[in-house]
Structures are given as C-alpha cells and as structure tokens.
C-alpha cells in the first residue's frame, strides 16, 4: 500500500544537506498552495542531511520523510511513495526553481496530461544559473538522443522540475536509484503511453555556497547508459543490421572475385574484414531480440505488439531449421575447400582462392551455430513466468520533528 490520497497537489523536494535554501523554497511552495486555493503539501524527501535541513522544513510547514537508501532517485521515489496528492511536482531545494510559480503544471495536470515536463531552454536560463558544459553539450546532446530513441515530445530531457499524477507514476515501477532517475521517469512514462507535456520554466542560480550534488561526467554517462539500455533498437539493432547486410553483401561479391574500386582492389583481406562485420552485426541483431525478450518478461520494457507478432510465427522450430541450412551451406563451402586441397595433392594453394573458399565456410558454421544456440536462449527468455519482485526495498520514517514519536519504519 503507498498511502490514500488526501490532498490534490503535493509539491515534492529531495533534500541533501540543503538548510541554505530548504526554508526558501518551502515558504514559496507554501505561498503558491495559500494563494492559488490548492488542498495540498510540502513534502521533502531527506536523504540523510547531517545540517539541519529536516528541521529547517519542518519548522517552515512542511512535512518530512527521511529515506534511508541514498541517492536522487531513491529520495524521489521515497517522497513519491509518502506523497498525499493526486498530483505531484518535484523540484530540488536549491532555489534554482521558483515553486511559486506552478500555475503551468497544475492547469495542465487537470487537463489531463500525466506528466509534464520543465523546459530550461524555452522559459530562460539565468547568467550562472547552468554551466556551459550542461547548456551546450550535456543537456542537449541527451535530449536530442531522447527525443531521437523514445519520440520523447520534450525539449528538456532533463529538467528538474517536473509534475505528475502520482498513480500513474507508482504504476511504472521505476528503479533507478541515482541521477539516472530522471531519465527513465520520461522514459517509462512514454513508453507506457502516457500524455506527456511541457511548459516554459525559469532556471535560477542555486542558493548554495558548495558545489551541486551533480557531477556532469559520471552522471551525464548514467543518463546516456540508461537511454542505450532501454533501446535495443538503437544500442544493438539497427548497428547489427547495417553490419550484417553490408558485410554480407560484401562477403557475397568478394567471394566471387576480387573488386576493383578505381585505386583501390579489395580482395582476401577484404574479405576477411567483411566477414568480421557480419559476424559481429549478426550477434548484435541477435542480441537485440533477446534483449528484447527478456526486458518485456521482466517489465522493464511494454510488450511490443509488433514485435510479438513476428514471433509468433518465428517459433523455436524456424529458427533451427534456419540455422541448420546455414551451418549446411557452410559445411558444404567446407567441403568445396577440402576437395581443392586434394585436387593440389594436398599441397599449397593459391592464397586467394583459399581465402575465398574457407572463409565462407566459417562464416556459415559461425553464423548457423550462433542461430541454433540463440533460438534455443529465445524459447528460454520467452517462458512465461511470475515477473520477481526484486528492486531494493526503500526504507521510510515520518521526521521527529514532525512527528513527535520514536519514528518506527514504514517499509514499501
């Protein structure tokens, strides 16, 4: 259970060592519920502050829940879960948002939309308020990548200011612990079908005197990590098919003759090349089906009708059956090699034809075993079975100071 739902609107921040800007935004959230007429909360999700931070917010009106496991994501699914409202918006206490100014998330919210998106770029970001790495590089080389991967309809893949119906969002299941969070919260959502929006939003300089919580390199690659991991199309498909078909079709030329090319002649070490490429396209485009597979039987990705279509004509029996007439083709390429070798008395032979002949062979006995193995690991991953429950538990206690008592555990 995650708790009835009491109030409309609860506006959500994570909060690590933040008692330099904490009150702040909780006043401003606070004065935007007072003055707008909204039934809701402040809630902030501690990850652990040693500086007073919980007591900060509570003494400014808002209500603390204390996550045990550390990191953003875990502190955002914590207060996610202990939130009261029908709706939520996150933001970080840093006061680089103004949570006075949510007019634009609630009106859309209400119309329906499941999750709307901040965008920096379009309400203006001010002088100091985002490094030149994040504003040129970072942010949107990411969000393109979202965009071109997910058909994501944001601009900014990662704004931290965010809103959201707080059911649709439990119903993802979402399990990033860190930075990463923020990707696979759009991701999922968009992927389940959900209404996605965006409004214009203002991006202040934080009001802290230390360094952010962020660090670009290593978050930046967590972010990039998580958009390939839940694109097998992009991460293993479409690479693998532009490597096979290509070193196919060059392997089939090679092996009649060598090619001319103005200058340039390729020939038996051309087609040793070739025949690497489609090696390694053919074990990307199977990786790509199984990565697919197992993803949907354990719910990190929707099932895909498309994909399920295909397969369910392409059973265990179609893929045997193909690649016992590939390592065949392959066997007999084999025995083409083997019968020039007597015929030369079993003696050297000419380089060129060598190659031509053993290397087909190979790839034919590569490419069937491959297919045969892998049809067998398909059927496997495509049992049907209970989906494990086995992200990390998250470990919640209501603030003393909000409290008054010895703040016992709630587990979710």
């Not at 200011?161 to 990463?180: K, N, Q, T, V």
């Not at 992927?191 to 390199?217: C, I, M, N, Q």
């Not at 034919?364 to 193995?373: C, D, E």
């Amino acid at each position: 259970m995650h708790g009835a739902i009491l109030t409309e609107l609860t506006i959500l921040m994570p909060c690590l060592n933040e008692a330099e800007t904490v009150a702040t935004c909780v006043d401003k959230a606070r004065r935007f519920l007072e003055d707008r007429g909204i039934d809701g909360e402040v809630l902030v999700a501690d990850n652990g502050s040693i500086d007073g931070s919980p007591e900060l917010a509570t003494s400014h009106g808002a209500r603390v829940v204390l996550v045990a496991e550390k990191g953003y994501g875990s502190a955002l699914m914590g207060g996610i879960k202990a939130a009261k409202g029908r709706y939520v918006i996150m933001g970080d206490a840093d006061d680089s948002y103004d949570f006075s100014e949510l007019d634009a998330f609630i009106e859309h919210l209400r119309a329906g939309e499941q999750v709307v998106m901040g965008n920096r770029f379009a309400g203006g970001i001010q002088p100091g308020a985002m490094p030149a790495l994040h504003r040129y590089l970072g942010n949107p080389v990411l969000s393109r990548i979202g965009r071109l991967f997910f058909n994501v309809p944001c601009a900014d893949f990662h704004c931290g200011l965010r809103g959201f119906e707080r059911g649709a969002i439990l119903a993802l299941d979402l399990r990033s612990p860190g930075m990463e969070f923020a990707s696979e919260l759009v991701v999922r959502a968009v992927l389940k079908g959900y209404a996605v929006g965006e409004v214009p939003v203002t991006l202040h300089p934080d009001g802290r005197s230390r360094p952010p919580h962020l660090r670009s390199w290593r978050d930046g690659w967590r972010h990039l990590r998580f958009l390939l991991l839940f694109s097998p199309r992009w991460l293993f498909l479409y690479p693998g098919l532009l490597l096979s078909v290509g070193g196919g079709l060059l392997v089939c030329a090679l092996v009649v003759s060598p090619l001319e090319l103005g200058p340039v002649r390729l020939g038996a070490g051309a087609l040793v090349a070739a025949s690497i490429l489609t090696v390694i396209g053919y074990q990307a485009v199977l990786f790509a089906c199984l990565t697919k597979v197992h993803a949907q039987a354990e719910g990190f990705l929707p099932p895909d009708p498309r994909f399920n279509r295909v397969f369910r004509y392409v059973r265990l029996e179609t893929g045997l059956v193909a690649g016992v007439a590939i390592f065949l083709l392959g066997m007999g390429a084999a025995v083409v090699s083997y019968i020039g070798w007597r015929d030369a008395h079993w003696g050297a032979l000419e380089a060129g034809w060598t190659v031509r002949a053993a290397v087909p062979a190979a790839l034919g006995l590569v490419l069937g075993s491959q297919l045969i193995l892998s049809s067998f690991f398909l059927s496997i991953l495509g049992l049907r079975r209970a989906h494990p429950d086995g992200h990390p538990i998250v470990v919640l206690e209501e603030s003393k100071a909000m409290s008054g008592e010895s703040g016992a555990s709630l587990k979710l």
